[in-house]
């Protein structure tokens, strides 16, 4: 949804393309020539995220949404726990977080991500993913 940093995107002609190396406002766009137009390709404040329409679905699909790492304060990413928590399949919605956000979850873990998201994943995966179909 930010891009990729490793990417240029021309402001001129929308054109896109791997790029490791640091911009100058002298580098010349390889599609349309112009120069001075060139850019990380990546979203800034302000501007639409990328692939909106791709992530409203996977809310609208999803069991479990989890925050990483988080404010939670910033939109659209802010919403997106409310939307899940209300795309009528009981979505639980999980922060994993230095500390609560006070956003709309059901769980909230607290602590650094590099120890509570290993912890987290490995309990997850552990689980039946099917426990109704056993009698
Ligand atoms: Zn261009």
Redesign the pocket.
Known sequence: MHGEIRKLL?A??G?TAWHADDLSPADI?P??Q?PG?LRPDIVWFGEIPYHMDVIQDALDQADIFAAIGTSGIVYPAAGFAEHASHNGRRCHTVELNLAPTGGPFTESIPGPAATTVPAWAANLLSRDPNPKDKS
């Open positions: 021309c001129a002609c054109h766009c599609a349309c112009e137009h």
